[in-house]
C-alpha cells in the first residue's frame, strides 16, 4: 500500500470504531443498554467502569477513534514524521487501554461487552496498521 492508501485505510478502520463508540455513547446519555445476544452488555455497561470521572468510557473512545480519523486524513496540520509518531502514540495508548478494559471484563466484571470486544478488535487492527505497515516505519 501507498502511504496515501494506507493512511486511507487507517482512516476507514478507525471510523467503524468511532460508529461503535459513538452508538454506545449516544445510548448511555439517552439511559438506554444496546441490544445484545449476550446478557454481558448490560452488565458491562452498567458497571462501576463504565465511566471515568463521571465521563462515559465509550465517549473518550469516541475521542480517541476521532482523533486517530483526523490525524490519518490529514486534517491536522503536522509532518509527516509527527504524524507517524501521533499516530502509533494514540493508538498504542488505545490499544494497552481496550487491554486493560478486558481484563476487567474477564477478571473483575466476569461480563463481556460485544461492543467493547469490538472495539479492541478495531484498535488491534490498527495498531497493527501503524506499527507494521513499510511506510509508517520510515523514519523522518
Known sequence: MTKPTTLTAIALVALLGFADATYLTLEHYLGQIPPCT??????????????????????LGALYYLAVILLAIGAIPVDSAARRGLLRTIVSTGFVASLGFLYLQAFVINAYCLYCLGSLAITTILTGMVWLSPTLRRAG
Open 38 to 59: 449476550t446478557s454481558g452488555c448490560e452488565t458491562v455497561l452498567t458497571s462501576q467502569y463504565a465511566a471515568i470521572a463521571g465521563v462515559p468510557v465509550a465517549l
